[in-house]
């Protein structure tokens, strides 16, 4: 199939800069850039952007999937139905399913199930312990032969430091990239929020952003010990910035993420106890928002992602303290994304280098580019089309959005996958 996609404004998160012209694909690759008024073959199917903006397909690190266990809360099917609407081409799977992704054999199981159902690419993470519960590691090797893309206990932190020396020590032996959840653990044991006079107010449990720059002082401790990759999932305190940039200096292989939510909202939103802005970690004070968002623009924080986690009705209709943490955020995740870019705390190019580019390169994935030869998965969108959210018309089966009944902007108009449109939006 040979496809030309004309008059669009092209975001290259790698050069950093928007250019218009025409894509040419072919294979399922990008085959050529070239300028809007070059001649096109009488044959070609052409597709006219108008102007629009086209972007590499977001690369979303650290979806959550229901499969296996939980299949009422999200399957392969609806979660890629999600991730098409919303412009997300490739989805990197958590292993915090019922049971945990912990063997070659279960790794099997979903990347099968994701290839029949899903019509983005999905890319499966694996536990890094038994389980998941910190104590035996997991066969790191047999599973990176069965297609593990890096080695999680998502929210679950390793409290036996001794155990994740070990980890750490064997996946450096073997290439493999290990994500943690930078918390104390029995610090932000039980928390609701983010300590201060709004949790006192509110008479909810809190904790300290302390507790996530202790996480992530020990982690850093241990890839120094160690000389292991790491990437730390969700940065969102101030506190823990400054120990981030230092390790950067010393030149540990450490990058770091934070989730859509942390960056556009904030503490205040819990308000009257509204269950679907209860995530982990809590959300945060406006200070450490707007230095987490700076550090994105920066580059200090490496990756943005929607950090999605569905959670059911019944989960989620509970007093907030036993409420069920997580939001969904495939389809929500570039509206809310392109907030940062109408608050002017950030160009496009930028955005995209932090929601695709840089999670794809550190994974060593193909996509995230928009250059020749580079996958032909493609979101095409409006950055200034309005809309209010409304979560009923969400394609995940869970609808746990904090966004809901919010005025937002940004549509996606089209979605490519290796050159093929799997959503065309209205």
Not at 49 to 63: E, F, M, T
Not at 311 to 339: H, M, N
Request: net charge negative.
């Amino acid at each position: 199939m040979t496809l030309y996609l004309i008059n669009a404004k092209l975001i290259d998160p790698e050069a950093g800069d928007i250019i218009t012209g025409t894509v040419h694909i072919a294979d399922g690759k990008i085959a050529q850039i070239s300028a809007t008024d070059a001649p096109l073959p009488e044959s070609a199917e052409v597709i006219d952007c108008k102007g629009k903006y086209l972007a590499p397909g977001i690369v979303d690190l650290g979806v959550k999937v229901c499969e296996p266990g939980e299949r009422h809360k999200e399957s392969y099917r609806s979660a890629g139905l999600a991730a098409a609407a919303g412009g997300v081409t490739t989805m990197i799977t958590r292993p915090d399913t019922s049971p945990a992704i912990d063997s070659p054999e279960v790794l099997e199981f979903v990347t099968r199930r994701a290839n029949e159902a899903s019509p983005v690419h999905v890319v499966p993470m694996a536990a890094l312990t038994k389980g998941r519960d910190g104590r035996e590691m997991t066969e790191i090797g047999f599973l990176m032969d069965a297609g593990a893309a890096a080695f999680t206990d998502c929210d679950h932190v390793i409290t036996d430091t001794k155990v994740f020396a070990r980890a750490l020590t064997y996946a450096r032996s073997l290439g493999a990239l290990v994500i943690a959840h930078p918390q104390e653990p029995v610090l932000s044991a039980g928390a609701a929020t983010t300590s201060g006079k709004f949790a006192s107010l509110r008479g909810l449990p809190a904790v300290s952003p302390m507790a996530e720059r202790m996480g992530l002082d020990r982690d850093i401790a241990l890839i120094e010990m160690t000389g292991a990759r790491y990437h730390a999932d969700q940065i969102t305190t101030a506190r823990a910035l400054p120990a981030l940039a230092r390790a950067k200096a010393n030149g540990l292989d450490i990058t770091a993420g934070v989730g859509i939510h942390h960056l556009t909202l904030n503490a205040l939103d819990v308000a009257d106890y509204r269950t679907f802005f209860k995530l982990k970690p809590p959300l945060r004070d406006e200070d450490d928002r707007i230095a987490v968002a700076e550090a994105v623009a920066s580059g200090l924080i490496d990756i943005i992602c929607s950090m999605h986690t569905p959670q059911d009705e019944e989960s989620k209709r509970l007093p907030f303290e036993e409420a069920a943490s997580g939001a969904v955020g495939l389809e929500t995740l570039l509206p809310a994304a392109l907030r940062l870019v109408h608050a002017d705390l950030m160009d496009l190019p930028t955005l995209w280098r932090a929601m695709s580019f840089n999670p794809a390169k550190r994974l060593g994935l193909p996509g995230g580019r928009m250059a020749e030869g580079a996958p032909a998965d493609l979101v095409l969108f409006d950055p200034n089309a309005p809309f209010v959210m409304d979560r009923a018309t969400l394609r995940s089966k869970s609808r746990n959005t904090p966004f809901d009944g919010m005025r937002m902007q940004g549509k996606v108009l089209r979605t490519f996958v290796s050159g093929t449109c799997v959503f065309e939006g209205h």
